[in-house]
């Protein structure tokens, strides 16, 4: 696998690298970070772009900056998949889950085999609001799971790919985020877990800058 520079002022990517990490998708889900702003940027765009270029594959791209509560999520969501206006929601028939677990169809082209979620900058609805940064979490990572291990209809393999700064590296290491255990209320029993049967989350954290080291 490549590395990137070490050059930190441009940090440019060097090229190859992105199917290798497109092979991790095929089991977890991925929290990428680094401490160096550039880079992020890079690596999502660059990971977007090599994703967008697969056949049967659709890249669903959320610029987190803009991400600080549920009604921004929700308008970068419906800005992603195409379908009816959201309720400012996660669950329910018009919630944002609803939405995820939708798949849209165009005459004469086959139906989308795989969904990607490249999240910009997801550390800012974590330092904002990290209650519902782990709901959303949890709702992306358990629709996901619905439809690879539940679900009757096609498959439609769903992968998410957080990217972020350092504070994703902490939020991952803590036992109690949404990253290693699936969300519940408190006395209840996890909801996805008790749809899917799988005991966590399948998430794994990948360190940018060393990327090919």
Not at 25 to 38: F, G, I, K, Y
Not at 136 to 144: F, H, K, L, S
Request: glycine share 6%; hydrophobic share 45%.
């Amino acid at each position: 696998m490549s590395a990137l520079s070490r050059h930190t002022e441009v940090p440019l990517l060097v090229a190859d690298w992105q199917a290798d990490v497109t092979q991790l998708l095929d089991e977890r889900h991925l929290v990428a970070w680094s401490e160096v702003p550039a880079r992020r940027t890079q690596f999502a765009v660059s990971l977007a772009q090599f994703l967008g270029s697969q056949h049967d594959t659709e890249v669903c791209v959320f610029y987190g900056q803009f991400i600080t509560d549920m009604e921004t999520f929700c308008a970068q969501l419906e800005r992603a998949i195409a379908g009816p206006p959201l309720e400012r929601r996660l669950h329910g028939p018009r919630g944002a889950v609803s939405l995820m677990r939708s798949r849209c169809g165009f005459r004469g082209r086959p139906e989308t085999k795989y969904r990607f979620f490249i999240w910009h900058d997801a550390d800012v609805l974590l330092r904002k609001d990290h209650v519902l940064f782990g709901q959303v979490v949890d709702a992306i990572a358990g629709v996901a799971a619905e439809a690879e291990y539940v679900s009757d209809d096609m498959l439609l393999l769903t992968r998410a790919v957080f990217v972020g700064s350092p504070m994703l590296d902490i939020y991952y290491d803590d036992t109690r985020g949404q990253f290693r255990r699936w969300f519940a209320a408190s006395g209840e029993e996890p909801f996805w877990q008790v749809v899917t049967g799988i005991k966590s989350p399948p998430f794994m954290k990948y360190r940018i800058d060393k990327l090919g080291t």
